[in-house]
């Protein structure tokens, strides 16, 4: 990676602009490997705005504003605000520089083989960002996306800080673990958050940093889980996201999912499967079963759907 810096870094600026380019050392697709951590069109800690991936992140000197665009082979850089620095010196891991697809194997089925072939750039982005994956999981838990993204679109908008730099839109980073441990109870009511899973952020706050360092020391899916589930109201289904969000454990799997063993199903065998038959579909990629979602994901395969979308439940007036 090559760090410039622009004009625009005079002296006396306040959150100039910095630059860099990264080029990944493998086929690499922006849109299909960090897309996928936007919560929703409306997340305001992430925003894609034609090329251009924007994402507001805390780091230790700071709140910074990162603007990713692909460009060839190359993946363009620009970064604000005092964490600037390490922002840019995360994009690697972000973009998959981690990730390890040796040992894979997409031909034990024609699909996966396909969708392997014609899309190569998928990688499994890692943000390090463990808390903050932990509680958007947390806040995703038995209820629609559509509850789950604006949950997270209002709390982090009020709780969290402004990004720096000349975002597309007023974008905000997640709040620390501290400030989520702060939220009154009448917000997260108002969020529509209920009250088992804002117990269970608030309880876990307090031990943030503790859980970030046993899962980066733990080395197997089994250990991290076992770290994760060891919290009342955190369950096989959010340790699973977490890992996948903030690790890019490339071995998660979200049992438990409202549609996720179904899609699995009906892409590998044309019919729908519950979260055993799932697990038995993937076993032949152990090691690689977020892998392999992802490409299914990506092949456009989708059961049809055959009744009508379940409605979202508003608690917020009761």
Known sequence: MTLTTPDTAAPGVRNPRREAVYRPPHAFDLRRSVGMLRRGPGDPSMVIEGSVIWRALRTPLGTATLALRAVGDEIRISAWGDGAGEAIDRVPALCGDGDDPSGFDPTHHPLIAEVARRVPGIRLARTDEIFDALACAVLEQKVTGLEAFRAWRLLVTAFGRR??????????????????????????HRAGVQPPQSRTIVRVAPRADGIARALLAAPT??????????????????????????????????VGDYHLAHEVGYALTGHRTDDDGMLELLAPWAGHRQRVIRLILASGVSEPRRGPRLTPADHRRH
Do not use: K
Request: proline share 15%; charged share 25%.
């Open 163 to 188: 990004a720096p730099g000349p975002t597309p839109r007023p974008m905000h980073a997640p709040p620390t673990a501290a400030e989520w441990q702060r939220i009154p109870s009448w917000e997260w």
């Open 221 to 254: 899916g089994d250990e991290r889980d076992r770290v994760l589930t060891s919290f009342p109201g955190v369950g096989l289904w959010t340790s699973a996201e977490t890992r996948l969000r903030a690790l890019g454990d490339p071995d998660a799997v979200s």
